[in-house]
């Protein structure tokens, strides 16, 4: 089992950064595909970002193309997202994701989440 636990989170002006980190513990996700996933109040949850077991393969969504950057350290077992240039629309709770598979799947399940954590840009 893997327990995941989000944190960096908080309050930003319009145009300033946040990194958001998660770290792993449990067992070792060097092997696994990680991600963050957010949810806005009335919509629906999106994968943000994601990553392959090695890195070496990478998802982001569009709206954030550019302005986010995923990253993770198999050594120190977690995963960051570093978020550049914050808009009042990435307002949202933000998930830190882990999956047994070694690729992502932006649409499909993925075994592990952690708790959530909010981000709230202010315009």
């Known amino acids: 089992q893997v327990q995941l636990v989000e944190s960096g989170g908080g309050l930003v002006q319009a145009g300033g950064s946040l990194r958001l980190s998660c770290a792993a513990s449990?067992?070792?996700?060097?092997?696994?595909?990680v991600g963050w996933f957010r949810q806005a109040p009335r919509k629906e949850r999106e994968c943000v970002a994601a990553?392959?077991?090695?890195?070496?393969?990478?998802y982001i969504t569009d709206s954030v193309k550019g302005r986010f950057t995923i990253s993770r350290d198999n050594v120190k077992n977690t995963v960051s997202l570093q978020m550049n240039n914050l808009k009042p629309e990435d307002t949202a709770v933000y998930y830190c994701?882990?999956?047994?598979?070694?690729?992502?799947?932006?649409?499909?399940?993925?075994?592990?989440w952690g708790q959530g954590i909010q981000v709230t840009v202010s315009s």
């Open positions: 994701v882990a999956d047994q598979s070694t690729y992502y799947s932006v649409r499909g399940h993925w075994d592990y």
């Open positions: 449990g067992r070792t996700i060097s092997g696994s595909a």
């Open positions: 990553l392959n077991w090695s890195g070496s393969s990478t």
